[in-house]
């Protein structure tokens, strides 16, 4: 894979960072317990199934788990054997994980998280990215892992002053670019989820020089209506266009409620803990499609300690609202088209989806692989990891 300099020919670097260590005090989290115990709960609304919201019985048993099971501190230690680091990058000051490779030439891979989400997304696939001797797989295939926290979205906190340059995707991408620059390396790929799908594509385009792929897990097609657009589609792909025309048309309505009036909602989410839970876990559901039995509380795609470590970390670090800053500023949306770099594609729908991409991107792996859940490092870590390699490797064999 491309070589890379070495972090310490960088003074600028040195001098910028600073090591970062997760630890929230007791007091935090003994309140945090206390409000979930103190929630008023209300009744199930009539003929509530899940296309009403998140039923009251299914809450009840995650808050009531998030009360007197899950251990934050187990979670909190497990994120910091990452070794995480602050810097000061266009006024803004961001977090990431910086996980160096034992292999010497391992790729630099800045990997960007989803939302509702943080850098916990990817728990799970870091050791066997940069280490993946330690789990019987080839070294070739190592990656230096570098995984920011977006501004606004837990441990980079939003900007509470305004200024002349609005926040949009193109500027985290621009930001990204400057944080891989400082870190000192030349050649790195990308890869990103959800809201991590639409800043990789802008760092290619951005830092095309520098960028050697783009590996996403979303698809690139958002359905138009257009009868050629359906052309050759089989059953599958038609239901699968379906249910993206309905979610982009609207879905539950949260989409078109934060590009408008975020600041309303934010109340409930920053005063409340199991508001809060309750908001997350419909983002969960409705990406992952509603269950079909109204009455059903199925088993969740992803580990629940996951979830709520997620919800624990918006809680701590009170960003639950302002993660919500993509809407409000119109950053929202689908991938950016890009022909400068190769892109790969892991969960993108049948073939037809990927002719439709093709036709405004430069294409070169597409897996039409399934998952149980949106968030797909954390409900299906062990694909993923392949794909990535997968995707990658094809990269180092053309160059």
């Known amino acids: 894979m491309p070589n890379h300099r070495n972090v310490s020919e960088y003074p ?20 945090l317990r206390a409000r979930i115990a103190k929630t008023r709960w209300l009744s199930q609304l009539p003929g509530g199934d899940w296309k009403r919201g998140i039923p009251v019985a299914y809450l009840k048993e995650l808050a009531d788990y998030w009360l007197n099971e899950y251990n934050w501190r187990e979670y909190e230690h497990k994120l910091n054997m990452f070794p995480q680091f602050m810097m000061d990058i266009d ?29 916990a997304e990817f728990m799970n696939i870091i050791g066997p990215l940069s280490n993946p001797s330690a789990y019987g797989e080839d070294p070739k295939m190592a990656f230096h892992i570098v995984a920011p926290s977006i501004p606004g979205f837990a441990f980079s906190p939003f900007p509470q002053q305004a200024d002349e340059s609005p926040w949009s995707i193109k500027r ?37 020089e520098h960028t050697i792929g783009v ?20 059953e599958e792909e038609l239901a699968e266009m379906t249910h993206l025309a309905e979610l982009f048309a609207g879905g539950s309505g949260y989409a078109p409620y934060l590009s408008n009036r975020p600041q309303t909602l934010s109340y409930g989410l920053h005063d409340s803990p ?24 199925p088993r969740e795609p992803i580990q629940t300690d996951l979830l709520l470590t997620n919800a624990t970390i918006y809680w701590l670090t009170e960003t639950a609202a302002s993660s919500s800053w993509t809407y409000y500023d119109g950053a929202a949306g689908m991938p950016t088209d890009q022909t400068k770099v190769p892109t790969g594609v892991s969960h993108g729908g049948g073939s037809i989806f990927r002719r439709i991409a093709e036709a405004k991107n430069h294409i ?29 490797s094809k990269l180092h064999r053309q160059s």
Do not use: C
């Open 215 to 234: 590996h996403i897990t979303g698809g690139l097609v958002i359905p138009t209506g257009d009868p050629s657009e359906l052309e050759g589609a089989g």
């Open 172 to 208: 985290v991408a621009g930001i990204w670019a400057e944080l891989m620059h400082r870190l000192g390396y030349d050649v790195y790929g990308a890869h990103g989820n959800d809201a991590g799908a639409l800043v990789s594509p802008e760092l290619a385009i951005l830092d095309a």
């Open 12 to 31: 600028r670097y040195e001098a910028s960072v600073r090591p970062f260590h997760i630890h929230f005090p007791q007091q935090d989290i003994d309140d």
């Open 364 to 392: 070169v792996h597409w897996s039409n692989l399934k998952s149980g859940s949106h968030m797909v490092a954390m409900s299906d870590p062990d694909s993923l990891v392949k794909d990535i390699r997968a995707f990658f």
């Open 274 to 297: 199991v508001a809060a839970l309750a908001y997350l876990a419909e983002r969960y559901k409705e990406f992952d499609g509603w269950p079909k039995n109204k009455d059903e509380i």
């Open 91 to 119: 006024g803004q000051p961001i977090h990431f994980l910086h996980v160096r490779s034992p292999e010497p030439d391992a790729l630099p891979l800045i990997m960007t998280h989803s939302w509702p989400n943080t850098v």
